[in-house]
């Protein structure tokens, strides 16, 4: 097998998805701990502070080091090469998070106890049955009372839609939670308070049958637990990787993050089930990861560190290939050869110049603007990755500078801004405003803001008359024409030059449509 084969076989790349409060940065931290990245726990802590108020997640976008280090995190263990990419931790819920998901192979979903399946987990849950994404599930903070957890089992199975195949199973629970048994391999795993902080997890039985269990936790919870463990056998189903990876089935673990119990077991069965980087599709062909030449695409953008210099980071996912520091790559887009110098890698504990990175790592190149959002790099061959789209944003306002001489600078920054992927920009045909599209209506203070602190422009956003947009599409150029004559009071471009159709209301979309049936109104664009 090619080093490249090798390489890609061991990466395990995904994302954690949950409601907010659940215990994604704690258990982040607890995994970059068994990556042996402990340092890193310290950083990936700091971030939470910012969790939803608008002011404190623009500070922490000052610190931008952080958020940028910890847009992903790759660690190694047990032979594999796990790489965890970050999903914006802000109340909203925009398009950066979706496009986060198209660059993974997998999630892991983690619920809490208490309060089981919430509002943004099943939003989550939505974006990552478009791809069939597997998901495995954690259910935390166990060391506190919670639901019961054949019920819980009960609620993703029918509010999520997808079978449980619970892998550990929870003996007691709050101040009797004794430990979880392995249905699998039949271990019993204890909880130790206070103990459960290193990486070694806990003391292990073989089996429930060991007589030494029952002097540990006593006999009425072993025959519970034997009572238990009968019903769940009886009423939930068996581990079958096939559905796993076609994302019908979820395995489930049970611990508590904040004291590191049940998520070695998690671990150690992620690295050996999860998939490594599959086959992508694109315009021309599908791309497998284990093809020699480099591939891969732009999920992200983000503007660094010093905000002086305008300096983006694209972030590329490979989809095949090696790449090596310093290399030429295609930017199919411009058709131009690109030199990807000093790219960043993004080892948990440090960000570091990449030497080399396989299928399913992400590299983050620096540019000025010239790579956007849905970007394909080849070694030479024309081919684009599809399924990165950008959607039609739901929320409108119209920019207004208080200090009209600084308009260039205003078009400027909404036109930079924009190419990282929050928000969009559109010029109407027929006027000269300029209106901002997002998918959260925290988006627009943050522009706002940055607009402010990076291009030291003054803008506010106005409230605008558009309920929605639609790129406009037709085949034959004649009835284009017509069409943009007839409606260029509701026409504008946005930032890549294409045609959007700006539809005051809903109804007047609908009619608009009825009326020219030649032309296709899309809520998405793929990136071209
Ligand atoms: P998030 O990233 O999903 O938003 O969640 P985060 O990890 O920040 O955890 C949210 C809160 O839940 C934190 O408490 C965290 O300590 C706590 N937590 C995480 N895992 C467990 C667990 O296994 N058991 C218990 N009992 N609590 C857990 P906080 O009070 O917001 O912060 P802190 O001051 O405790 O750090």
């Known amino acids: 097998m090619s080093d490249v084969s090798i390489e890609a076989l061991r990466r395990r790349t995904f994302a954690i998805i949950s409601h907010p409060d659940a215990g994604k940065t704690t258990l982040t931290e607890k995994l970059l701990l068994f990556g042996g990245a402990i340092q890193m726990a310290g950083s990936v802590k700091s971030r939470k502070t910012s969790r939803s108020a608008t002011s404190d997640w623009m500070a922490l976008e000052k610190e931008r080091g952080i958020s940028v280090t910890s847009s992903v995190m790759q660690f190694p263990y047990d032979g594999h090469i796990v790489n965890l990419l970050d999903t914006p931790g802000h109340a909203d819920f925009g398009e950066d998070t979706y496009r986060v998901l198209t660059a993974v192979d997998s999630a892991l979903m983690v619920i809490d106890v208490a309060k089981g399946v919430e509002e943004r987990t099943i939003k989550l849950m939505e974006v990552c049955r478009l791809r069939d994404t597997p998901i495995m599930t954690f259910i935390n903070k166990l060391d506190r009372e919670g639901r019961d957890p054949i019920e819980l089992l009960d609620e993703v ?87 796993y990876l076609a994302g019908e089935q979820t395995p489930v673990f049970f611990g508590s993050a904040v004291n590191n119990f049940g998520v070695q077991l998690l671990l150690d069965f992620f690295v050996r089930h999860a998939p490594s980087p599959r086959p992508r599709a694109t315009t021309s062909r599908e791309v497998a990861p284990t093809e020699d030449k480099l591939t891969g695409f732009v999920f992200k953008i983000q503007a660094n560190m010093d905000p002086q210099h305008r300096d983006r980071v694209a972030f590329m996912r490979i989809c095949s ?192 449509s009825e009326r020219s049936p030649d032309v296709e109104f899309l809520a998405t664009r793929e990136h071209a």
């Open 157 to 243: 199975e029918s509010v999520l839609g997808i079978q449980c195949a619970p892998i550990t199973w929870p003996i007691g629970m709050g101040k009797r939670l004794k430990g979880v048994v392995h249905l699998v391999s039949g271990e019993v795993h204890l909880y130790e308070q206070g103990r459960n902080f290193t990486r070694q997890d806990s003391t292990i039985f073989k089996s429930i049958d060991d007589p030494a269990l029952e002097a540990a936790i006593g006999a009425a919870t072993l025959a519970e637990l034997r009572d238990e463990l009968e019903l769940v056998q009886g009423a939930s189903h068996p581990f079958d990787i096939g559905k």
């Open 321 to 512: 290939g090696k790449f090596e520091a310093g290399m030429k790559a295609f930017h199919v887009r411009s058709g131009k050869d690109m030199k990807l110098a000093n790219a960043l890698t993004f080892m948990a504990s440090d960000r570091e110049i990449a030497e080399t990175a396989y299928s399913g790592d992400v590299i983050g190149i620096h540019n000025h603007g010239t790579i956007s959002i849905g970007d394909t790099f080849t070694e030479g061959e024309k081919l684009s990755f599809t399924g990165i789209p950008n959607f039609a944003p739901e929320l409108f306002r119209r920019a207004r500078l208080r200090d009209p001489l600084k308009l260039k600078q205003l078009q400027k920054g909404l036109a930079q801004l924009s190419e990282e992927g929050a928000t969009q920009f559109f010029r109407p045909l027929m006027s000269n405003d300029l209106i901002l599209g997002a998918v959260g209506v925290l988006q627009f203070d943050v522009v706002a803001y940055r607009l402010k602190d990076e291009y030291g422009v003054d803008a506010i956003f106005e409230p605008v008359t558009i309920a929605t947009a639609r790129w406009v599409r037709c085949g034959n150029e004649k009835k284009l024409d017509e069409f943009r004559d007839k409606n260029a009071v509701n026409l504008a471009i946005d930032a890549a030059g294409e045609l959007v159709y700006l539809a005051p209301t809903r109804v007047n979309l609908q009619l608009a």
